[in-house]
């Protein structure tokens, strides 16, 4: 679905069937200005009449943007959207353009492909089984069909943990906010799911871990590399590309 701006008087065409799509939905009026820093957002009643789902899915999508700090509650009075000086700062700038996803991408294949290589090098026999289990829980979700997006942070989370080196760690948690920002700016694209995208995603991720376990740095890098750029040409081709995140 497109987060592009809506206006405030627009409503929804048709039923939303998740709660994940109402949470991209009220997102993108968000990151539009439709709502306002420190602005109000409607009352439940309104926002479920408005969009056609439940009281429950509602919740759960107001509950996520709690998480991730793009509203508050306060009781008695609902939910407001937080004003930048709010959240706490963030080590880099937000992500506000199709260039800024590019450069993120550079970003990531700079320190994860050299992380893949550390982590041949100097992983452990508990960072390796880690690993394994990551590899192994995201192949069970891909099989799925689902987006495995949390089982894939897992998975690049569990390399960088490999290093044996706490900042190629704590680089990624810092980049995580601006990956999931990448996944939202372009969601009809980054959701493309087909099982040959899909196939060539678990191989990517197979191609890791393997040369990990062989102890192999070269080869840890060069399938971290190739992992990441054709992550880089899903987001933007689709399936016409040949990568995933």
Avoid: W
Avoid at 12 to 35: H, K, Q, V, W
Avoid at 44 to 68: C, K, N, T, Y
Wanted: hydrophobic share 40%.
């Amino acid at each position: 679905m497109s987060l592009a701006p809506r206006g405030r008087r627009e409503a929804a065409t048709a039923p939303l069937p998740d709660r994940d799509s109402l949470y991209e939905a009220l997102l993108g009026r968000i990151l539009c200005g439709d709502y306002a820093p420190g602005e109000r957002l409607p009352s439940e009643e309104v926002l479920a009449a408005e969009f056609g789902v439940s009281r429950p899915v509602l919740r759960q999508a107001l509950a996520r943007l709690r998480e991730e700090d793009f509203i508050s509650s306060r009781r008695g009075s609902g939910s407001y959207v937080r004003r930048p000086e709010e959240a706490d700062p963030a080590p880099f700038a937000p992500i506000s353009c199709v260039a800024d996803i590019e450069r993120c991408f550079e970003f990531r294949l700079t320190i994860e492909s050299r992380a893949a290589g550390l982590a041949a090098r100097h992983r452990g026999k508990a960072q390796l089984q880690a690993l394994k289990d990551a590899h192994a829980h995201l192949e069970a979700v891909l099989k799925t069909g689902a987006l495995g997006n949390e089982a894939d942070f897992r998975f690049h989370d569990a390399v960088a943990d490999a290093t044996g080196n706490r900042f190629f760690l704590e680089t990624l948690h810092v980049l995580r906010p601006h990956i999931d920002t990448c996944m939202r700016m372009l969601p009809r694209l980054a959701q493309r799911r087909s099982p040959a995208r899909i196939a060539s995603v678990r191989a990517e991720h197979r191609a890791i871990l393997d040369a990990i376990l062989l102890g192999d740095a070269d080869a840890a890098e060069r399938a971290m590399a190739t992992h990441i750029a054709r992550a880089q040409r899903r987001i933007f081709e689709g399936d016409s590309g040949d990568g995933r995140r």
